[in-house]
């Protein structure tokens, strides 16, 4: 938590900087979401690593910016993410796939997916190397019977009308279980 929470700091105080020079502790508390005791914590830290320069404007105002050191944090945490976030996606494209080609075995004719979903071109993306066409539904009510579809992690409509066997829900693949 700690490095996702100093990435979050380090990432407000570059944003919120744009936009005003002068940034409180309770700007920055707020847009985190951390109390402000342990945004201080973090601010104490980072400014002692040499990331975070701190700036009294008065006996009771200080204001907060970024070291180049700061930004080359940034940087290096943002560029992390990016490469954990890409690995995360392969992996699910791979089962995505996995799962789509196993589908057009067993007979199904049409990849769809009920609901919006963030990972939607992935499993368009699928169904393009299946050679299946790839449908959108918005309730479960309109699934042909021959389609393999899956879940959105955000749908919240009526339960499935068709059978377990031509379903994956993607909450399910996006926690790792089968």
Not at 29 to 51: D, E, V, Y
Not at 109 to 123: A, P
Not at 151 to 169: D, I, K, Q, R
């Amino acid at each position: 938590m700690d490095q996702d929470s100093e990435y979050l700091l380090l990432n407000s105080i570059h944003e919120l900087g744009k936009l005003r020079p002068e940034i409180s502790q309770r700007d920055l508390s707020r847009a985190i979401h951390l109390s402000l005791g342990m945004t201080n914590t973090l601010l104490k830290r980072l400014s002692q690593k040499g990331f975070v320069l701190v700036q009294k404007i008065s006996p009771r105002r200080v204001t907060y910016a970024l070291t180049p050191d700061g930004m080359n944090e940034l940087a290096g945490k943002t560029w992390r993410y990016l490469k954990r976030t890409m690995k995360t996606v392969v992996t699910y494209k791979e089962a995505i796939v996995t799962i789509t080609r196993d589908a057009k075995e067993r007979g199904y004719c049409t990849i769809g997916l009920l609901g919006k979903s963030d990972i939607d071109f992935v499993i368009e993306y699928a169904a393009g190397e299946s050679k299946l066409p790839f449908m959108r539904f918005d309730s479960s009510s309109s699934i042909p019977l021959d389609s393999f579809v899956f879940v959105s992690e955000n749908y919240t409509g009526a339960p499935l009308a068709v059978s377990e066997e031509s379903v994956a829900h993607i909450y399910t693949l996006l926690a790792g279980q089968p």
